[in-house]
């Protein structure tokens, strides 16, 4: 009994002391400011910071605005833009009413005795409040009983990108507004002057991008608690390529127009003309590994920086390839006279195998029939007729009349034509002059890729 007696007691004695606490917080606070007038300290000594305004009679509509300090940072690889705000918030609560025709600028540290909307920034990953030299806040209450809060955050924002057209690319971020706790039944948010309420981005100037545009709207935020007010403010990035240009896109066009430089080396020089490949299709590699260190390494898309790089790439392995080809055809130049007769001795074999198969059968077919024709003499006791040839005009050798032509069998028509495609082939492939193939690609290869080029520079900056 003794312990519940000396327990309530001791909980009586910290509910006094906190209470005793607060009152003298606030009359320091109050006693420090002097502008202060007795009868704000009254509203405020009476106040419940806990309880909205208007908490019977209908939601609070808060007016916001936003001045866009600095955008410090854009992340590809995290997919966030880092961002230093000012946000501005408006509200009128009945109970601040005074009298008077100034407003009264108070000290930040008084925010925790007032009520204020439970802003939050929806995409946010990390922020924090300023606090150099005390926490940076504004408090301003207007005689009507408005009341302006205002703070400086560092936010670091969740921005989707799509990186298919990158560098070339346009980005839209998005900064979202809204109220953590009150649904729509007790809190409205609006832009207090739409578009103008955001300021800043016209002076911005970031490294790699430029604002082309932005705007705001108002909407609703639904979750399975309700419905929540939503502002957003929309801002489109265009990325500035003159840095990828220098960067990555003449590098790999001067790599492209080096291994061109074999075509006018000789033939016989193998070493140099392999050093060139060899030396460019590696450093292409290197280009293309060090252009991926700033992209995400989910590759979900491909981009339009690795589209080219890959038709450089293509173009300098291509030049290797083509050298193996000449070179190839060099070596069995001078066994070209050789060739010519192996195509010709192709040529007499295939006619060789068609024929030999044509008699064949022709041979068979008139035994199977010559069999036949004595079957049914033997059988029917009738005398054969016997032709007699313009040769051996006595008759003496005796021979059977030749049968009718059948068609030819469908495997002679495929072998012919498979001669003749065999034939063609070889004759494309066929280089009168390893040397020419040098001089075609030094014509070809530049060519083909200013037209390349001209597609694509075309597709990604205007579709």
């Not at 998005?174 to 009150?182: A, D, I, K, V």
Request: aromatic share 12%; with cysteine.
């Amino acid at each position: 009994m003794t312990l519940s007696v000396s327990g309530g007691t001791l909980l009586f004695t910290l509910l006094l002391i906190s209470r005793l606490l607060e009152n003298a917080l606030l009359n320091a606070e109050v006693k420090e400011g002097e502008i202060l007038p007795p009868t704000i300290h009254k509203l405020m000594k009476g106040y419940n910071k806990y309880l909205r305004p208007f908490f019977d009679n209908g939601p609070v509509s808060v007016g916001m605005s936003l001045d866009i300090a600095s955008i410090d940072t854009i992340s590809e690889i995290n997919m966030d833009y880092t961002a230093t705000i000012f946000l501005r918030q408006r509200w009128t609560d009945e109970r601040l009413v005074f009298q008077g025709n100034k407003s009264l600028s108070l000290d930040g540290r008084l925010v925790e005795l007032l009520w204020v909307p439970d802003t939050f920034i929806v995409d946010s990953k990390k922020s924090f409040l300023h606090d150099i030299t005390v926490e940076n806040r504004l408090i301003r209450i207007f005689p009507n009983g408005t009341v302006l809060y205002a703070l400086r955050i560092t936010t670091t924002v969740a921005c989707n990108m799509d990186l298919t057209k990158y560098p070339m690319d346009k980005q839209t971020c998005t900064l979202q507004l809204e109220s953590w706790g009150y649904n729509i039944n007790d809190l409205t948010f609006h832009w207090t002057r739409g578009n103008e309420s955001v300021s800043g981005l016209d002076t911005l100037k970031l490294a790699q991008y430029t604002v082309e545009d932005h705007y705001t709207s108002v909407s609703e935020a639904i979750y399975e608690t309700g419905h929540y007010p939503k502002l957003v403010f929309h801002f489109e990035l265009k990325r500035s390529i003159l840095y990828f240009i220098l960067e990555t896109y003449v590098p790999s066009s001067l790599l492209v127009v080096l291994s061109w430089v074999s075509f006018w080396i000789s033939q016989s020089s193998v070493p140099a003309r392999i050093c060139i490949g060899v030396t460019t299709v590696l450093t292409m590699t290197t280009l293309m590994m060090g252009a991926r260190t700033s992209l995400p390494n989910a590759n979900c898309f491909i981009k339009a920086i690795d589209v080219y790089l890959g038709i450089c790439f293509s173009f300098i392995f291509g030049a290797l390839i083509e050298y193996a080809v000449a070179h190839f055809c060099t070596l069995t130049y001078t066994e070209s006279m050789y060739g010519h007769h192996m195509h010709d001795a192709f040529d007499d074999e295939m006619n060789g195998i068609i024929t030999t198969i044509a008699s064949n059968s022709n041979r068979a077919k008139r035994r199977k029939e010559a069999n036949a024709a004595a079957n049914a003499a033997g059988a029917n006791a009738a005398p054969v007729e016997i032709a007699l040839t313009p040769s051996s005009p006595s008759g003496s050798e005796p021979r059977l009349e030749a049968p009718p032509e059948v068609p030819r069998h469908w495997c002679f028509t495929v072998l012919a034509v498979l001669r003749k495609v065999l034939r063609r082939a070889m004759n494309c492939c066929h280089v009168e002059n390893p040397h020419y193939i040098d001089n075609y690609s030094r014509v070809t290869f530049p060519l083909s890729f200013v037209m390349v080029n001209l597609l694509y520079w075309t597709y990604y900056l205007y579709f």
